[in-house]
Nanobody, 129 residues
Framework: VQLQASGGGLVQPGGSLRLSCVAS????????MAWFRQAPGKEREYVAA???????????YYSNSVKGRFTVSRDAARNTMYLQMNSLRPEDTAVYYC????????????????????WGQGTQVTVSS
């Protein structure tokens, strides 16, 4: 499977961006997906994850640093995952990566990057005035 992330850019503090991650190669509707980010000089950090519940239902998980500001969603028909980012802060500046797992996520390990086999190329998000 190939993942293509897009939607990054330069935004002022307090602003919003929506990232997209389009999958190709197979349908990921029942698979687990997630967003990670990596700031310069720092390790990759878990941001949010989406776990399939059945039918068209998903449940979302968030790191404490983005909870209440970011929202992850899925469009199974478009084979796409989104990350709506509101109230952006300078510390949100990073390259954002989407990731996918063949099969559903283990809920206790949604933030473990080793759960995910496929990774997108990343999209830069810069929050600055």
């Amino acid at each position: 499977v190939q993942l293509q992330a897009s939607g990054g850019g330069l935004v002022q503090p307090g602003g919003s961006l929506r990232l997209s991650c389009v999958a190709s190669g197979r349908n990921l509707g029942s698979d687990g997906m997630a967003w990670f980010r990596q700031a310069p000089g720092k390790e990759r950090e878990y941001v949010a994850a989406s776990r399939f519940l059945g039918g068209r239902a998903y449940t979302s998980y968030y790191s404490n640093s983005v909870k209440g500001r970011f929202t992850v969603s899925r469009d199974a028909a478009r084979n796409t995952m989104y990350l709506q980012m509101n109230s952006l802060r300078p510390e949100d500046t990073a390259v954002y990566y989407c990731a996918a797992r063949s099969g559903n996520l283990i809920s206790s390990r949604v933030g473990d990057s080793e759960q995910y086999e496929s990774w997108g190329q990343g999209t830069q998000v810069t929050v600055s005035s």
